[in-house]
């Protein structure tokens, strides 16, 4: 990238997704992508799925930002990501297979904290009780501010692999060897933690390249001109303080935290732009208050993790046309699953699925200064048509605790999917877009006080209905109307 001191600092905006991650970031990063020089991470790890589809085909990210498709752009890992070495040095195969080199693209933070063979061990073992995606991200936060145990680092970055592999490679090993001790077969998985630990230093050498020391390396950047987007992983409401303990992740997902994880100092934000999507999911246990099906479907998929039933077993028992019929908000949920793909992007397990609900993105808003929304998965709506409630049903209030059919929803007119299929086979241009569905954006944006610039009609980047940029916004709406106002 080049950047002309002449015309002044950059500024850098926040991407998060509003609800419990997979709400399509990935796809609108890699949208508006070309308005920035850098797209960098300040959290998580492999714990993400982004998926894009793109020309060459469907590719599923992890720890890379999304905006691989960008020559232009730079990407930057920040030090508040926790790595996956292996995996990543995967990824970056995976990526050339695709003919994308990222060698002269992508900064590593040295800071970064290292998924140890340990964190997997641990998260394998515990993280059941709270759905976790297993990938040791968890355990390895707890490392990170742990410090020591035992009066022994716990936690190592990315910098002790390269600066002292041998050390650094003993005390992963030590580790791990505390944890199996008492194991029957601790003799045989050592010998696989073994290899794991050599795998991780060949990628950390790999890497090496990549890796920055240079702590002000996006502050430069930025006072140079760069304008960076910062691509938040899971999302709000999976958020370790803001979100419903245990049921959550554990790093920090929300917007403010960009400026610790991504290595930038705050003067430089500009907007905070939130990603939702119209039929909601949620992977993982915990409370979801607009989910269909309620309790009966938090069952289903606790047993669907532990059986490992996924997207073929449903398939080859359910017509979901029939299920959209039925009227048990269950069988409604489980259709809308199908239909519209609903399913892990990493794990492959099915994803509980909601009614979209206004009155939790309003106080999302509120809460961390959303500037502007996009609302992926409106084409998907189309399917509420075949459905007993005769339109879109849309959540306004979260039912009273203990209360289970006392919440508050509002049914809007439904949109038609021959026209829905017209916009999109229309776009970029506007005018093909049902006037249902901008009925429906209006009163949206009404009620969560914030201006929805994008509607998803498909999963194509070109599938998004654009009403402004970020950066050119429109008019500041009224605050949003409480719930019941
Ligand atoms: P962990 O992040 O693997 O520790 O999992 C903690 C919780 O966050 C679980 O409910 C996961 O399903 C959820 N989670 C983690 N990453 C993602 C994601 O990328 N999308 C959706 N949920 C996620």
Redesign the pocket.
């Known amino acids: 990238m080049t950047t002309d001191p002449a015309r002044g600092p950059g500024h850098s905006d926040v991407l998060v997704g509003l609800q419990?991650?997979?709400e399509g970031k990935a796809k609108i990063i890699d949208l508006i992508a070309p308005d920035y020089d850098v797209v960098a991470r300040f959290n998580?790890g492999a714990?993400?799925?982004h998926t894009i589809d793109t020309p060459a085909g469907r590719v599923v990210l992890q720890q890379v930002p999304s905006a691989v498709f960008h020559p232009g752009c730079e990407l930057y890992i920040g030090s508040g990501c926790v790595l996956n070495l292996v995996k990543l040095r995967d990824e970056l195969a995976l990526l050339r297979t695709v003919g994308v080199d990222l060698a002269d693209r992508l900064r590593i933070s040295d800071r970064c904290a290292v998924v140890q063979p340990v964190h997997f061990l641990l998260?394998q073992r515990t993280?059941a009780a709270?759905?976790?995606?297993?990938?040791g991200?968890?355990p390895c936060y707890a490392d990170r501010a742990a410090r020591t145990r035992d009066g022994v680092r716990c936690n190592l970055q990315l910098r002790d692999l390269l600066e002292d592999p041998e050390g650094t490679a003993a005390l992963m090993l030590a580790a791990v060897e505390r944890e199996l001790k008492e194991e029957a077969d601790a003799g045989e998985r050592l010998a696989a933690e073994r290899e794991r630990i050599a795998a991780m230093r060949e990628s950390a050498e790999a890497l090496r390249p990549m890796v920055t020391t240079d702590r002000t390396h996006l502050a430069r950047k930025v006072a140079d001109g760069a304008r960076v987007l910062f691509e938040g992983?899971?999302s709000l409401m999976?958020d370790v303080v803001q979100g419903d303990q245990p049921?959550?992740?554990?790093s920090h997902t929300l917007p403010g935290h960009a400026y610790v994880g991504g290595d930038l100092p705050p003067r430089y934000h500009r907007h905070t732009i939130g990603v939702a999507k119209a039929v909601v999911s949620r992977?993982?246990?915990?409370p979801f208050p607009s989910e269909l099906g309620a309790e009966r479907s938090a069952a289903y998929f606790a047993e669907a993790c532990r059986t490992g039933r996924g997207r073929t077993e449903e398939q080859a028992e359910h017509d979901p046309q029939q299920l959209l019929g039925s009227a048990d908000p269950l069988d409604v949920g489980t259709a809308l699953r199908m239909l519209t793909g609903e399913y892990g992007s990493?794990t492959g397990r099915p994803r509980r699925i909601g009614l979209l609900d206004l009155e939790q993105l309003r106080e999302q808003v509120t809460l961390h200064g959303v500037d502007v929304v996009y609302l992926n998965k409106t084409d998907c709506l189309a399917h509420y048509r075949d459905s007993h409630y005769g339109g879109v049903p849309v959540q306004l209030a979260a039912a009273a605790p203990g209360a289970p059919g006392s919440e508050r929803i509002e049914v809007l007119p439904v949109f038609d999917a021959e026209q829905v299929r017209a916009a999109v086979a229309g776009l970029p241009g506007l005018d093909g877009v049902p006037a249902s569905m901008l009925a429906f954006k209006e009163y949206v944006e009404q009620r969560i006080g914030a201006p929805v610039i994008g509607l998803g009609l498909g999963p194509e980047r070109d599938c998004t209905a654009e009403f402004a940029r970020p950066g050119t916004l429109p008019a500041a709406l009224p605050a949003a109307r409480q719930a019941g106002g």
């Open positions: 419990y991650g997979d998580g714990n993400a799925g998260d993280g709270i759905g976790t995606t297993g990938n991200i968890g992983a899971q999976l049921y959550v992740t554990s992977v993982g246990h915990g990493g």
